[in-house]
């Protein structure tokens, strides 16, 4: 009776274990980045309709469908830009869209907590430029793997 005991809780820990090893690797840094920065205004699907999206002057874009605006081809460069904040969009007037490249600094009005995993983004250099690269290029990827045909 113990050892049956025993074999089925090894089998659970073991599917316990194995089920938080395959979630790790499903962990994409760009999708939550885009949930916790962008889904507000884009909406968690990235179509535009975020739960503050009726309180803007301009409705976000459906970032669903850069692809298919730009011929078929992501605009890799304009969208870093754009969340960066070195393009602005004219026909916006003036930009509501946060600029993320200020943001997405870790070290922007110190002192306050820093969570080290941005230490470990920006690398043997401890730079937040790159810390800020790699969080807007995580966004890029995943908004890269959200496109509708």
Partial sequence: MMAN???WLMIAG???G????AQAENLDIG????????????GADGKGKGPV???LKVPPSDLTMLAK???????????YETIYGSKTIPAHGTREM????????????????????????????????????KRILAVIDYLNHIQQE
Avoid at 31 to 36: D, I, T, V, Y
Avoid at 69 to 79: E, H, S
Wanted: net charge negative.
């Fill in 5 to 7: 005991c025993l074999k």
């Fill in 14 to 16: 073991l599917t316990a």
């Fill in 18 to 21: 194995f089920g938080g090893a």
């Fill in 31 to 42: 999708k939550s980045e885009f949930q916790s920065s962008c889904a507000s205004c884009h």
């Fill in 53 to 55: 999206s009726e309180q």
């Fill in 69 to 79: 605006n730009n011929g078929g081809v992501f605009p890799t460069n304009a969208v």
């Fill in 98 to 133: 946060p600029i993320w490249g200020e943001r997405f600094n870790p070290i922007v009005n110190l002192p306050h907590y820093v969570d080290p995993s941005y230490w470990k983004m920006a690398g043997p250099e401890q730079s937040p430029e790159v810390v800020v690269r």
